[in-house]
């Protein structure tokens, strides 16, 4: 056992968690729980001139109410500056959450999700500002930052201010399960999208005279399939993931309009994922490759084909730090101080350290208790997150 366990209030750390899961927040809607977060900071005693907002939502390019939340605690000792990070939004399935006590976890009492992805990093942030300042613990300078559509992108992130994370030396992402698993690396992810122009005909009298825009993209999925580009990639040259997501038509509305009409428009979107940027890249050629091969194997009486408009970019860069980096060496030691036993894990899933390392920040992600993320099943194990909370405070209080 640890023999100096910060002393976190568990009560109030828990009765802060529990007010801001009934928060909502999901995706570009992210001003009420930003607001709760900012009340919970000045209760704590961080100074409200160190408090404010980036412009990153005039960049990102979907609705979105607020920028970036950053908040600046004046260090009590000397020491290169800590940056804490998490996300205020939640996924559209926590809409109308409302969570509950049940023995040891936080459950949502509906058939929702809860939004422990990631209100419980909302609240070790807040957390750990209230325990700094209430017991008066030495600390360097620490910047706290609640970044905005990180379930939708890494958005946030990716558009942030980086001036506002005022030179940190190093940060550390609330974002997961377990403390003592400390994310060091994560893949990088590339968008695509396919539009297939076809041309409409009736399906019973001339069928013949049409183009089937559904068929070209059910073709062009097979054939990715058979050309080992689909779902799980493994290839000489790299490894990755892919998937095709959404498979409709014009304006979110489904592709084609009834059974006895050849459909003349079919809109598909994908992502893929590799560690290696490059390999992304050419998993997303492999689809291109594939609409391109199936648009040439659905033609009209006359010998027309269908119009496939594909376009691909990258969505957030890949990232791996080594162990013997001092963020991950310091990470490790704290968890050590806690009596926990800490191991690097990498990510198959986007973080906002993706963007953090990108912006030259060495950015290691760890949990606090968060459980079945984005199902109906979600939970917070309390013991776990009570985890968190110290986690946090030990990062802050060890001294590089």
């Known amino acids: 056992m640890a023999q100096n366990m910060p002393p976190v209030d568990a009560a109030s750390a828990e009765d802060r968690l529990m007010r801001f899961l009934a928060i909502e927040g999901v995706s570009g809607q992210e001003k009420a729980i930003a607001e709760a977060v900012i009340a919970d900071l000045k209760k704590s005693g961080v100074p409200e001139a160190g408090i404010r907002f980036d412009d990153a939502h005039k960049r990102i390019p979907l609705p979105t109410q607020t920028g970036n939340l950053f908040a600046s605690l004046p260090g009590t000792r ?55 300042l209430k017991h008066r613990l030495p600390h360097p300078p620490i910047t706290l930052v609640f970044t905005v559509r990180e379930e939708s992108g890494l958005q946030g992130a990716k558009y ?17 399960k377990l403390a003592s698993e400390l994310v060091t690396g994560a893949v990088g992810a590339e968008k695509w999208e396919a539009e297939i122009h076809g041309k409409a005909s009736h399906a019973g009298v001339a069928p013949e005279k049409g183009i089937s825009s559904t068929l070209v993209a059910a073709i062009a999925l097979a054939e990715s399939q058979r050309r080992g580009w689909w779902g799980k990639v493994s ?3 790299g490894a990755g993931t892919s998937n095709a997501g959404i498979f409709g038509g014009r304006e979110g509305k489904a592709a084609g309009d009834a059974t006895n009409v050849v459909t003349d428009y079919a809109y598909v979107r994908g992502e893929t994922r590799s ?32 119009e496939v408009k594909f376009k691909g970019a990258p ?49 290691v992600t760890f949990g606090a208790g968060q459980h079945e993320i984005h199902t109906v099943h979600e939970y917070v194990d309390l013991a776990l997150y009570l985890e968190g909370c110290r986690m946090a405070v030990a990062l802050a209080t060890l001294e590089a």
Request: hydrophobic share 40%.
């Open 235 to 237: 290839k000489p040259e």
């Open 78 to 132: 000397k020491g290169p500056r800590l940056v804490f990070a998490t996300h205020l939004d939640t996924v559209p399935l926590c809409a109308g959450a409302k969570p509950k006590r049940d023995g040891g976890r936080i459950v949502p009492e509906g058939k929702t999700a809860l939004g422990g992805d990631n209100r419980t990093g909302c609240a070790v942030l807040a957390t750990l500002a209230e325990t700094l």
């Open 160 to 176: 942030m201010d980086a001036k506002q994370l005022e030179g940190g030396a190093m940060c550390f992402n609330v974002d997961a």
């Open 275 to 306: 560690a290696d940027a490059a390999f992304a890249s050419k998993i997303t050629a492999g689809f291109q490759d594939a609409f391109r091969f199936a648009a040439e194997q659905v033609k009209d009486s006359g010998g027309e084909m269908a």
């Open 315 to 363: 969505e957030y860069p890949p990232f791996k730090m080594k162990d013997d980096e001092a963020a991950v060496r310091h990470a490790a030691r704290a968890a050590e101080s806690l009596g926990l036993k800490p191991k690097t894990v990498f990510s198959n899933g986007g973080l906002d350290a993706n963007w953090f390392v990108k912006h030259g920040l060495p950015t």
